[in-house]
């Protein structure tokens, strides 16, 4: 950390870091301690916080070596315009920049600043110079600064740093690739304001977006309405109803003369199996005299099994909602929709199914094997499959 008004944002991150089962240092400038104490640092992270060249906590007295030895990321949250400095011109004059210098590893830098020293030309020749070094940069976001100036100079939020940080640190097994999920539920209208839908929120989705991009894919996402924020580096397609996403993904799946088609495809949505027929073009007026309605509803087209019907070479992947019976009915649903994998999740099981933050699943192959996860996070469920899909996608183009 260095010395900013954000200082006290890097609080934050390290509580995030730590949440996802990172183990984090603190090595603060002088300045950053102006802002934040060496005890709150301390007791956020669990670790004594490191500040000084020439109080060092380590035998042989060389703190900044070991650190620099026991890093496998290096994040600057804030990184002001001075450390920016320093860094591009190989300055060491004290801890946090001695780091930098003995440190070979990835670095990712978050700059905080005001608007008008982000834009200077000598903060713009060293954020060049250390893009050429290597360094990765998140941010800064544009917005309201401290100084009550606005334009670029906003810390990155910090859910960004700490997705940064790990798309740094996973290996890229899907480099190159393209892979299309989708995400959430479709609305299909009964009249103007009126629709079916169920309860999907898109986490589990967004969270093989994340994973994918992380392992290097470039993620193409189809999406219901859901109220979740869009991923940074994802392409994002919202659609409505189950027609729509029908024939967005579809165009999305096969090349074209604008875009490239894509390896694999992981189908996370809840698509309403059936709209009505004759949506009302006014609003559906209630009869006093009238106690019951019918509607008449007819076949959505099946996306899953088209795009596992058109991909020859390509991996499809499913996912089966279920409510009992989740592993028969899994099988019944594999062999109907014809995809590689079919992840079963029963709604009705505690922790798993539509809104959670967790997910209990078990894959189904193509052999008939079935494998069944504890209960995990989405992130971490998300993270597993796209592994399971990067190998699969290997395999396939052998
Ligand atoms: O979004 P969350 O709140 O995080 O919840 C996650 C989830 C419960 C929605 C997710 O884990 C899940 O199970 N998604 C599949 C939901 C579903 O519609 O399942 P299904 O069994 O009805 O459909 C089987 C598969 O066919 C799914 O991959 C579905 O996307 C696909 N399908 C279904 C109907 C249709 N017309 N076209 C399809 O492609």
């Given amino acids: 950390m260095s010395g900013g008004i954000a200082a006290y944002r890097s609080l ?24 934040v104490t060496p005890l ?26 070991h650190l620099a030895r026991q890093a496998d990321l290096f994040v600057i949250a804030p990184a002001t315009a001075n450390l920016l400095a320093k860094m591009a011109a190989g300055l060491a004059d004290d801890l946090v920049s001695t780091l930098l210098l003995a440190f070979d590893g990835p670095v990712l830098v978050a700059p905080a600043m005001n608007t008008n020293m982000w834009n200077h030309p ?43 940080a790990r798309t740094i640190l996973t290996p890229k097994s ?7 999920i989708t995400a959430g539920p479709t609305h299909e209208a009964l009249d103007p304001v009126r629709f079916i839908a169920n309860s999907s929120s898109g986490k589990m989705g967004w969270s093989l977006c994340r994973a994918a991009r992380r392992a290097g894919a470039d993620v193409v996402l189809v999406h219901g309405p859901v109220s979740l924020p869009s991923i940074p580096g994802v392409e994002s397609h919202p659609v409505t109803s189950a027609q729509e996403m029908f024939e967005t993904t579809l165009s999305l ?35 006093p005299d009238q106690t019951e309605i019918s509607l008449t509803l007819t076949t959505n087209p099946d996306i899953l099994a ?34 590689d994998l079919l992840v079963i999740n029963d709604l009705l099981e505690p922790g798993a199914g539509f809104g959670t933050d967790t997910n209990r699943v078990t894959l189904l192959n193509r052999k ?31």
Avoid at 40 to 63: K, R, V, W, Y
């Fill in 368 to 398: 008939g094997e079935m494998t069944p996860w504890p209960l995990l996070s989405k992130e971490e469920v998300g993270e597993q499959l796209i592994q399971t899909v990067a190998t699969l996608i290997q395999e396939r183009a052998k």
């Fill in 12 to 35: 934050d991150i390290i509580r995030l870091f730590r949440e996802q089962g990172a183990v984090v240092t603190v090595a603060a400038t002088d300045s950053a301690l102006e802002f």
């Fill in 306 to 339: 088209t795009l596992a019907s058109q991909g020859a070479g390509k991996v499809v992947v499913g996912f089966a909602a279920e409510t009992g019976d989740a592993l028969n009915r899994g099988v019944e649903k594999m062999a109907r929709k014809g995809c």
């Fill in 253 to 287: 799946w096969h090349q074209s003369k604008d875009r490239p088609g894509c390896d694999g495809a992981i189908l996370t949505a809840a698509v309403g199996d059936y709209r009505p027929v004759t949506p009302q073009t006014d609003k559906i007026k209630k009869n």
């Fill in 40 to 65: 709150s640092f301390q007791a956020l992270s669990g670790e004594p916080i490191h500040n000084s060249l020439s109080n060092p906590t380590t035998p042989d007295g060389m703190d900044h070596i």
């Fill in 122 to 164: 000598a903060t713009r020749r060293n954020v060049t110079q250390l893009k050429a070094d290597g360094c990765h940069f998140v941010g800064p976001a544009k917005g309201l600064l401290a100084c009550g100036e606005e334009g670029a100079g906003r810390l990155a939020p910090v859910d960004e740093i700490v997705e940064e």
């Fill in 174 to 180: 899907l480099a190159g690739r393209r892979l299309l």
